[in-house]
C-alpha cells in the first residue's frame, strides 16, 4: 500500500488508541522521548519533506495555518514535526499494529476536508509551492534493536537537538546487521553509555532494507561530552572493543545518511483531549 498525492495530509492523523500509548510522551511525541519501560512495538508513517531554502518561512506558515484549520474544527488526531540543518522536515504519526489503521485516518481526513472546504485546498496549494518533493514510508519501532539508557531521553520541548541516522542495508544482510544491532545495544549498556536511542526498521515506502536511528539531547554538546566522558574512564582494551565494534556496523551499508535537527512543537498539533 503507499500513498498517493492526495494523502500527504492524510500520512499525519493517529488513532485514539495509538495516542493513548504516546499521551505521557507530549501526547503523540516520536517515541525515543519515552522511557524505557514505555518503547512497544508500534507501526508508523513517517512523512519527509525536502523544502526549498528559500521558501522555508512559507513551508512553516502554510503549516501553522494547516494546525489552526484542525483545531477550529477539533480535529481529534494529531502530528508530530521534527526540522533539520539542511531543510529537512518530518512528520510522524502512530498506525497502530495493522494496517486498519490507515483507513481509518483516511475516513478521518476525508470527512475533515469536506468540512474545511477550499480553505484546505488553498493552503494545500500553497504548501506544495514552499517543497521540492516529499516522500511517505513506514516505520516499524524496534525496542530489540534500541538501547534505552534509563536517564537519557529528554522531552520534546528540551530536545533542543535530534540526530537521525538514516541506514541503507545491503539487501540479504538484514539479519546479520540485526544480530549486529543486538550486539551494539548491549555493548552501550556494558559500558554505560548515558544517551540512549531507538531503532526503527523501514516497510513500505522506504528505499528497503532500511533502518533509522533516533537520538535526542537538550544541546548536541551533550552527546559530545558523554563521549568525552567514557574516553577518560575506559580502559584501553575497552576502547578498542568499542571502536572495533562501531565499525563493524559500516560494513553492512550500502548507504549512510545523517541529518542533525531538532523537535518542533511549534509545528506539531496536538489534539485537545476531552
Known amino acids: ?24 510522551a507530549f ?13 512497544k512495538a508500534q507501526a ?18 502554510t503549516t501553522i495555518e494547516e494546525n489552526a484549520l484542525f483545531a477550529g ?15 529537512y522536515y518530518y512528520f510522524l504519526t502512530p498506525l497502530g499494529k495493522d494496517f486498519a489503521s490507515l483507513d481509518t485516518l483516511r475516513a ?6 469536506l468540512r474545511l472546504g477550499k480553505n484546505c485546498e488553498a493552503l494545500e496549494k500553497r504548501m506544495a509551492e514552499s517543497y521540492e518533493y516529499y ?17 537519557s531521553f529528554v522531552k520534546p520541548e528540551e530536545a533542543g537537538y535530534v540526530l537521525f541516522e538514516l541506514t541503507y542495508i545491503l539487501p540479504g544482510k538484514e539479519e546479520e546487521f540485526e544480530a549486529f544491532c543486538k550486539e551494539w545495544a548491549a555493548l552501550c549498556q556494558k559500558i554505560g553509555y548515558q544517551i540512549g536511542y531507538v531503532a526503527y526498521s523501514g516497510g513500505i515506502g522506504a528505499d528497503m532494507p532500511f533502518y533509522l536511528w533516533a537520538m535526542s539531547a537538550e544541546k548536541q554538546a551533550d552527546t559530545f561530552a558523554e563521549g568525552e566522558r567514557l574516553m577518560k574512564i575506559l580502559s584501553a582494551e575497552e576502547q578498542a572493543e ?23 512543537p511549534d509545528l506539531s498539533y496536538t489534539p485537545k483531549i476531552k
Do not use: C
Not at 138 to 151: E, H, I, M
Open 1 to 24: 500500500m503507499s500513498l498517493d498525492k492526495e494523502d500527504i495530509m492524510k500520512s499525519k492523523v493517529h488513532t485514539f488508541s495509538s495516542r493513548e500509548v504516546l499521551a505521557l
Open 27 to 39: 501526547l503523540l511525541g516520536f517515541p525515543f522521548y519515552a522511557q524505557a519501560q514505555e518503547l
Open 44 to 61: 508508523y508513517i513517517m512523512t519527509e519533506y525536502i523544502v526549498k531554502p528559500s521558501m522555508i518561512k512559507e513551508f512553516e506558515a
Open 73 to 87: 474544527i477539533q480535529f481529534p488526531y494529531g502530528w508530530s514535526a521534527f526540522s533539520t540543518e539542511d531543510s
Open 108 to 113: 478521518a481526513f476525508d470527512e475533515a476536508e
Open 135 to 151: 516522500r511517505d514510508m513506514v516505520l516499524y519501532l524496534r525496542p530489540d534493536l534500541s538501547n534505552t539508557a534509563p536517564k
Open 242 to 264: 568499542l571502536m572495533a565494534t562501531h565499525g563493524k556496523g559500516y560494513s553492512f551499508f550500502r548507504k549512510y545518511e545523517t541529518r542533525h535537527g531538532r523537535s518542533r
